[in-house]
């Protein structure tokens, strides 16, 4: 659905009555912050706003499905409070469904710092954003699956079991909307069984343990302090449980020194090195790479509703990139 000013307005005045925002607010004045301060994203839009207490983020989902998806990300903030160095006014969240549009919206606080791709040294910027994920990566998560999958919110399933799901809802919604033919559909259908097979057996073999992944980790995510401290982690979107070189699947393809992207991978395969003495690299950098697809028709389908060029740049990235991945007939770990 699209969030027009009349949708924007009656969340406003919910708002207003539930007290997060002050009432001497002229119409004029909300005019002005919806065309300029709305943002859109692959779930929702959203809004930077002025409370009673200081700044607020709204996020708007862009469908009534989108509840699903703010429950699980407030059942998570809980349980991150005490895990990893996030401020707790980033954790602060509201949910609430506007009544005559049944579209749920998001009410946190904003964390005011600087997003890391503005800093500047981008390598020493990539190495505490690989610390920070390292340690997201090392959280028992345990007691949180078993509250999201007792709440409805999760289902139970394998790492692979769940990315083959969600690559073969998103390639249908794709063909679907038109832009994937059946024939492209069905020819990439078979090819990501083929690698995710490949990948599930590798995994075994190794004994890879799941990890709480991001799931959307981009140096915009991460708060620090004009003197690089570090404030917080923000948009917990698509965190998963699943193989920790996904986190950094969509940095295969960077080849770029000024920005941080370029180092991220590096940097956490640096940290797991020093950890690990049976850390696998060879390995590790392979399920990078063939993650990439996936990633790409993922974040594709999340762009329909927003945004159709992203799209088809998407599909062709993913394309382009499981062309050029080849599986080995017998399957053997790297020394």
Same mark, same amino acid.
């Given at each position: 659905?699209?969030?027009?000013?009349?949708?924007?307005?009656?969340?406003?005045?919910?708002?207003?009555?539930?007290?997060?925002?002050?009432?001497?607010?002229?119409?004029?004045?909300?005019?002005?912050?919806?065309?300029?301060?709305?943002?859109?994203?692959?779930?929702?839009? =959203?809004?930077?706003?002025?409370?009673?207490?200081?700044?607020?983020? =709204?996020?708007?989902?862009?469908?009534?499905?989108?509840?699903?998806?703010?429950?699980?990300?407030?059942?998570?903030? /809980?349980?991150?409070?005490?895990?990893?160095?996030?401020?707790?006014?980033?954790?602060?969240?509201?949910?609430?469904?506007?009544?005559?549009?049944?579209?749920?919206?998001?009410?946190?606080?904003?964390?005011?710092?600087?997003?890391?791709?503005?800093?500047?040294?981008?390598?020493?910027?990539?190495? +505490?954003?690989? %610390?920070?994920?390292?340690?997201?990566?090392?959280? !028992?998560? %345990?007691?949180?699956?078993?509250?999201?999958?007792?709440?409805?919110?999760?289902?139970?399933?394998?790492? +692979?079991?769940?990315?083959?799901? @969600?690559?073969?809802?998103? &390639?249908?919604?794709?063909?679907?909307?038109?832009?994937?033919?059946?024939?492209?559909?069905?020819?990439? @259908?078979?090819?990501?069984?083929?690698?995710?097979?490949?990948?599930?057996?590798?995994?075994?073999?190794?004994?890879?343990?799941?990890?709480?992944?991001?799931?959307?980790?981009?140096?915009?995510?991460?708060?620090?302090?004009?003197?690089? %401290? $570090?404030?917080? =982690?923000?948009?917990?979107? $698509?965190?998963?449980?699943?193989?920790?070189?996904?986190?950094?699947?969509?940095?295969?393809?960077? !080849?770029?020194?000024?920005?941080? !992207?370029?180092?991220?991978?590096? @940097?956490?395969?640096?940290? &797991?090195?020093?950890?690990?003495?049976?850390?696998?690299?060879?390995? $590790?950098?392979?399920?990078?790479?063939?993650?990439?697809?996936?990633?790409?028709?993922?974040?594709?389908?999340?762009? #329909?509703?927003? !945004?159709?060029? +992203?799209?088809?740049? /998407? #599909?062709?990235? *993913? #394309?382009? *990139?499981?062309?050029?991945? %080849?599986? /080995?007939?017998?399957?053997? =770990?790297?020394?």
């Amino acid at each position: 659905m699209n969030i027009n000013f009349l949708i924007f307005q009656g969340i406003i005045k919910e708002l207003i009555k539930e007290g997060h925002l002050r009432k001497n607010i002229s119409n004029k004045e909300y005019i002005k912050k919806f065309k300029n301060f709305s943002q859109f994203h692959a779930n929702n839009k =959203v809004f930077l706003l002025k409370g009673k207490k200081g700044k607020i983020i =709204v996020r708007i989902g862009n469908s009534a499905d989108k509840i699903n998806l703010y429950q699980k990300s407030k059942e998570l903030y /809980k349980f991150l409070k005490k895990k990893v160095a996030i401020p707790k006014k980033s954790m602060f969240a509201v949910i609430k469904i506007n009544e005559k549009h049944k579209l749920p919206f998001l009410i946190q606080e904003f964390l005011n710092g600087i997003p890391a791709n503005k800093l500047k040294k981008p390598k020493k910027v990539a190495g +505490e954003i690989a %610390k920070i994920i390292y340690n997201i990566h090392n959280i !028992n998560f %345990k007691k949180l699956k078993k509250i999201l999958i007792k709440r409805k919110l999760l289902k139970e399933s394998s790492w +692979e079991r769940y990315i083959q799901q @969600e690559v073969l809802n998103s &390639l249908k919604i794709l063909n679907k909307e038109g832009f994937l033919c059946k024939q492209d559909k069905d020819n990439l @259908e078979s090819r990501f069984k083929e690698i995710l097979l490949y990948l599930h057996k590798k995994r075994l073999i190794l004994k890879e343990k799941d990890v709480l992944l991001h799931g959307d980790v981009d140096p915009s995510n991460f708060i620090f302090t004009k003197n690089g %401290k $570090f404030l917080g =982690v923000i948009d917990w979107d $698509f965190f998963r449980f699943g193989d920790p070189a996904w986190d950094f699947s969509n940095f295969i393809m960077q !080849n770029n020194k000024k920005r941080i !992207n370029f180092y991220l991978g590096r @940097e956490y395969i640096k940290i &797991l090195k020093k950890k690990d003495k049976n850390f696998n690299e060879i390995n $590790f950098r392979e399920r990078m790479s063939f993650y990439y697809p996936f990633l790409q028709i993922n974040i594709a389908k999340s762009f #329909i509703n927003s !945004n159709y060029k +992203e799209v088809t740049k /998407k #599909i062709n990235k *993913a #394309i382009r *990139a499981i062309k050029k991945i %080849k599986i /080995k007939s017998n399957i053997v =770990v790297d020394k």
